[in-house]
């Protein structure tokens, strides 16, 4: 019996990795927007202004708090050039939850990030939160909206 | 000549609206969430809390600038509390875009907002944008992220 019982397992375990197998392996839209964000934060760290911006849609639009939108390549360049340029700046961000829709042409996640560069008044250590919409452009995936504010009380 | 052109334009016309008659007349995804925004501004200036708070999804988030995100009923409540209890306030907003996806189960818009109320130093004036994203429960439109801050400059 127990011979018997470890042969099923056996068979069992077996048929399960070759259906793994048999599975594709391309990543789901959610697993590539998450690749898509590290990919980002990475170039952010390296300062990489193109590279930075290339993550938007050619008709994105970044919301940063206390300036008018920046719409399009032009307007996102300046706004990040203004971010990579802080002094001795680092950002890093990450999705709390990515959502895509079933037709997989629009998705958006909600996420944190952490920002602190040298200020006028010493070093300044900011959390805050974000939203990035995403919507697909032939094959890629690119941001159509970013938005983010500070979770720390205005100065006042 | 004259006389069987005109007598076609009629039959072509006619025609026309025949078709446009037979098309029925459900609005489109962008419609009702426009309309939904137009109803929702309405319950804000109505100062109705429930009303206003009905418009989230049950596992919604409100990402007010200078606060940390406020997810679900309760917390989505206090923001709007808060808001609505401005002294003199008034608050309209107003999407500039729309963007639903091919299954109508997720959309988002871009939109400005204008609010104002009596502080501390004087009257406040404030523009800014906004985020809101849509999500599909059963036959309505909820929201499901909402993320909003200010065009004008931080005071120093």
Known sequence: MRG???ASVAILACLLSVGALAQ???PSDEQRIRQLDRDWVAKV?????????????KDGVVMAPNAPPAE?????????????????GSLTFAPTRVTVAK???LAYEVGTYSLAFDGAKG??????KY????????????VAADIFNSNQPATP
């Open 131 to 142: 939203v990035v919409v995403w919507k697909k452009e032939g094959r890629a995936w690119k």
């Open 4 to 6: 018997a019982r470890l």
């Open 103 to 105: 037709s997989a042409d």
């Open 72 to 88: 399009g390549t032009a307007a996102i360049t300046e706004t990040w050039r203004g971010i990579l340029g802080l002094p001795n």
């Open 45 to 57: 760290a390296a300062k990489d202004l193109a590279g930075t911006v290339a993550f938007y849609a």
């Open 24 to 26: 594709p392996q391309r």
């Open 123 to 128: 070093r300044v250590q900011d959390q805050g």
